[in-house]
């Protein structure tokens, strides 16, 4: 019994020494919480000034187009691709064939072809970096070696960036969730393709995986892409079974429209990686512009794209819907904030706005984007493809505030 005794209060000592250890180094612990992280997120200084928001002009396009050296396209030779692009008021297209349906011998096949000449509309060189990792589209406004890009396209993204990097060209991931889902790391690229074809609901995952990548910090651009295969067969029998697609989704659904210094094929490649950017769902349908003002003076001072020091002060923000909005139709503004819902409004009238205020907390980045809903403009050229768009019409790209730029 004695030893027993011995034994429990052994027991009861040692666990009392125990709970001071613990206590002891809980409070060394929080002695420690001093700690500064590294990598944490520092005081952002001078920020490059805001460009002029009227030393510019809006052109559309289509960036995400296939012709006939896409050999899974039918009925879609260079020429039809132009010639329609211009009958629907087209500024700007770029057709991005497979490069590996050419062993990345881009520049001998679609660059090369007598048809790929326009001489009011702009056209891109590029083409789809067609890779196991997934794809991305390349956009240049001149030539460049294309074939140094898909020779490294299986190699470390350490490598690829590189090259990239070396070639001057702007990348970016096409359709990034899915089966042909964008593998590579997203610091390699300056834009995503959040709408992807006239089917607006396939491109949930891709929207969720553009406001993470806002939300971290990655200032990247959100872009559209028809990604049309298929024209409309010149006869009955050069139809085939994809043919029908050329009347639901073909150049145009949807449309993105950049806002750029200058009508050419760089002013179209700047404005795309700076962000002065917005989608709508076809070449008829309103373009949403989205600006700011920050000292409340009236004045607009900032739109989509574009970054800023938070103050502390409030913002005013004005969204307004410009080309062919439907004077009897009643539009829907969704603003999110930071990746999640922040405000609802309904706009009507031949010139839609809405505006409201917020105050962007200081020194923390921030940012706002805004996605319009309401009824489709008609695309009699391809009828079907409002119905795959169902109540989408257009989205912006954001206003971000206290963004490093050199992230």
Not at 161 to 187: C, E, M, Q, R, T
Not at 233 to 245: F, L, M
Not at 347 to 369: H, I, M, N, Q, W
Not at 375 to 381: E, F, G, N
Request: proline share 6%; with cysteine; glycine share 8%.
């Amino acid at each position: 019994m004695r030893l027993l005794e011995m034994a429990l209060h052994k027991s009861f000592v040692c666990t009392g020494m125990l709970l001071t250890m613990a206590c002891s180094l809980s409070s060394s612990v929080m002695a420690q919480s001093g700690h500064v992280n590294p990598w944490e997120k520092k005081y952002i200084g001078k920020l490059p000034p805001i460009a002029s928001l009227t030393e510019g002009m809006w052109l559309k396009g289509d960036l995400h187009l296939h012709s006939r050296h896409s050999t899974e396209s039918s009925n879609n030779p260079i020429s039809k691709i132009v010639a329609f692009s211009k009958s629907v008021g087209m500024d700007y297209i770029g057709i991005t064939d497979h490069d590996n349906h050419v062993n990345g011998d881009v520049a001998h096949h679609t660059w090369i072809d007598p048809e790929f000449k326009t001489d009011s509309l702009l056209l891109l060189y590029g083409a789809e970096w067609t890779t196991t990792r997934g794809h991305g589209n390349t956009f240049s406004a001149k030539p460049y070696d294309h074939q140094q890009l898909y020779d490294v396209r299986d190699q470390r993204d350490v490598v690829t960036a590189g090259v990239k990097k070396k070639l001057g060209i702007h990348l970016s991931a096409n359709h990034p969730s899915g089966k042909d889902h964008f593998g590579y790391s997203y610091d390699m690229i300056e834009s995503i393709e959040v709408w992807n074809s006239a089917v607006w609901p396939k491109n949930a995952n891709a929207i969720m995986i553009w406001d993470d990548m806002l939300s971290s910090g990655h200032k990247l651009t959100g872009r559209g892409g028809s990604d049309a295969h298929h024209g409309v067969p010149d006869s009955p029998e050069k139809a085939t079974k994809n043919s029908v697609q050329a009347t639901a989704n073909y150049v145009g659904t949807p449309t993105t429209w950049v806002f750029a210094k200058t009508r050419t094929s760089q002013g179209v490649i700047d404005a795309l990686t700076n962000g002065r950017v917005c989608v709508s769902a076809n070449p008829y349908a309103p373009r949403v512009e989205f600006y700011a003002d920050l000292d409340e003076d009236g004045k607009m001072d900032m739109m989509m794209g574009d970054n800023a020091k938070s103050t502390g002060k409030p913002v005013k923000f004005r969204v307004q819907l410009s080309g062919n909005a439907l004077p009897d139709a009643s539009y829907t503004i969704n603003v999110i904030k930071n990746g999640g819902p922040f405000a609802t409004f309904q706009a009507t009238g031949k010139l839609p706005v809405v505006e409201f205020t917020d105050t962007p907390v200081t020194g923390k980045r921030s940012y706002y984007r805004v996605v319009v809903e309401g009824p489709q403009t008609a695309y009699p050229q391809v009828p079907g493809s409002m119905a795959l768009s169902e109540n989408m019409v257009a989205l912006s790209n954001p206003i971000c505030f206290n963004f490093d730029p050199d992230f």
